[in-house]
């Protein structure tokens, strides 16, 4: 067996050349003991621990469990038929321009109570967990109402109470203005600052604040506020930027010490210096520019110049419904020109930076939480991004359980 990202110490994230490094340990085992990763090493060091239960995974690879640390995937119903007009012609911004996009999600979840939308969620959590996703950050952002905001973020709460994944959660209002702030958009972000951020910070039901920072969507003047408002309540910054246009968004993020910015198609290298004196990490969503026909980011430029970079999803109903990370690895060298291990990195130990839980989560490490899977037999670790249609995913172990036989 070999594994995938075994370190016996581990940076918090991996950067720039350093992003090409990967540890891969052949011919090993690992051993696992009250959820945590305890040793692991050679086969030629191995001897039996009494009372493990023991996986044979000969010819396996096992590889530390995805981070995927951008998500909206607590959302009702879903949106094929936008997705075909889209497929017509029609943009992103126009659709939205419509009352399609967001406000249609935003709708579709007013109409549903808290506990259907816990098991149309939930669900999906079981999908990504048997892909092989250990931890997940989740947004808010379909409710556009204190109330439903606060409907969401409380089944991002139940879902991280009632499954072993670990779930972060991202208060999410100013994801767009709805119907009834139309032209009168600055009055909702007062809205966002002096009625929702208290409320989600009295209930403890967000670790971080974001904001869509983008042409058509919210100003870095709006932003800023409302960046203010929720450190002020301490929620660090994890913002969508630059998605649409070079929209400030990226400087915004960093000047309030966001712990990431993400999409970042539109980055130059004003954006690119910025972040290079941050430690703001770059989350880049190539499931969203494929999905929507958009332009990439340019990954390569942003990794050669010394960043470093993390993948997720961004599984949502409108530019990715799909929370599959390991077609994400294969999307990031297909359209990114990414390199396996820079996928493999970009998608543990620098998603778990970007979701903050990398000194507990991201690598094969003594000491950090037992979140693993098993490969079915592979050739070698680089066949795993590259049969982009296969699952590979034989058995799941989270918590130093087994959860997928
Ligand atoms: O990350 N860009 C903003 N928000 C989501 C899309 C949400 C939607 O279309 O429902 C995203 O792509
Ligand atoms: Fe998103």
Known sequence: MGIIQAREETPLLVSGKGMSHLPVLENGWVHCEKGLIHSFGTMDSYSPFSGAEVIDASGRYVMPSYCDSH???????????????KIKGLSYEEIAKRGGGILNSAALLANTTEEELFRQSVERIDQIMAMG??????KSGYGLTTESELKMLRVIRRIGESRPVTVKSTFLGAHAVPEEYRNRQDEYVDLIINEMIPLVAAEELADYIDVFCDKGFFTVEQT?????????????????????????????????????????????????????????????????AFFLGMTDPPARKMIDAGLPVALASD???????????????????IRLRMLPEEV??????????????????????????????????????????????????????????????
């Open 133 to 138: 996703t250990g931890a997940v950050e989740i």
């Open 224 to 288: 800023e506020r409302i960046l203010m408002a929720g450190t002020g309540h301490g929620m660090r910054p994890k913002i969508h930027a630059n998605e649409l246009a070079f929209s400030g968004g990226i400087q915004a993020g960093v000047k309030y010490e966001a712990l990431s910015v993400d999409h970042l198609e539109f980055t130059g290298d004003d954006e690119i210096e910025t972040l290079l004196n941050s430690d703001t990490m770059p989350v880049l969503l190539p499931g969203a």
């Open 71 to 85: 998500t909206h995937l607590v959302y009702a119903g879903s949106r094929e038929i936008e997705y075909i007009d």
């Open 315 to 333: 599984y949502n109903p409108g530019s990715s419904p799909s929370g599959n990370m390991k077609l994400i690895m294969s999307l990031g060298m």
């Open 344 to 405: 493999i990195n970009a998608v543990t130990i620098n998603g778990a930076y970007a979701m903050g839980i990398s000194e507990s989560h991201g690598s094969i490490t003594p000491g950090k939480v037992a979140n693993m899977f098993i490969t079915g037999e592979i050739p070698s670790y680089q066949y795993l991004p590259y049969a982009f249609g296969s699952d590979l995913v034989e058995s799941v172990i989270i918590g130093g359980k087994r959860i997928k036989l």
